[in-house]
């Protein structure tokens, strides 16, 4: 009797050791898919104003007119963070696990994806902003009438990352719970 009750309480130590230990790796993964989307996100905003600004300060020196105009690709290329924020708020709430405290691998795993996804799409989309904003706004100082083509080029760059951010929220409400677990 006192062997059994000892062996009770060592399976139900393992179990629960074991389950804390599935429980940090998926955290892991979870709280990987915040910082994907956020930092990734921000690189490309980051590079896409850093980019864009130094062809409107290039510019701004024979065309000083012009600079308002040419802070267009400065702005898109912002908009890239604030979609890397939206991901990491809305998987930060989805962390946490169902009612009876578990989260799931395939949460972890989901909510990884859907931060690279919209991190990478938004980093892709950065590069671009950055390359088109820095040639488009230099070209446009010499001849205006580049600044449409220049205008529908960047706004195709940004929806890489809109796409991204759609795609992340779906793959984001890909959360198992105990009920649809069993």
Not at 79 to 91: M, S, T
Not at 128 to 144: C, K, P
Request: proline fraction near 2%.
């Amino acid at each position: 009797s006192t062997q059994s009750t000892w062996d009770l309480y060592q399976r139900m130590i393992f179990e629960i050791a074991t389950i804390d230990e599935q429980d940090n790796t998926n955290y892991f993964f979870g709280f990987l898919g915040i910082a994907c989307a956020v930092v990734f996100a921000n690189l490309g905003s980051a590079y896409g104003s850093a980019k864009s600004g130094v062809g409107i300060t290039s510019m701004g020196v024979l065309r000083p007119d012009l600079i308002i105009k040419s802070v267009v690709p400065v702005v898109m290329a912002g908009i890239l963070g604030i979609y890397g924020l939206i991901i990491g708020v809305i998987l930060n709430q989805k962390i946490g696990g169902t009612a009876a405290g578990y989260y799931y691998p395939k949460n972890g795993f989901s909510h990884l994806s859907s931060g690279l996804c919209c991190g990478l799409s938004s980093l892709a989309a950065g590069l671009a902003i950055g390359v088109v904003g820095d040639a488009g706004v230099r070209a446009n100082a010499q001849q205006e009438q580049v600044f449409v083509g220049m205008l529908l080029t960047l706004i195709f760059a940004e929806a890489l990352a809109l796409y991204g951010l759609i795609v992340a929220i779906i793959i984001s409400q890909q959360s198992l719970t105990q009920s649809n677990y069993l």
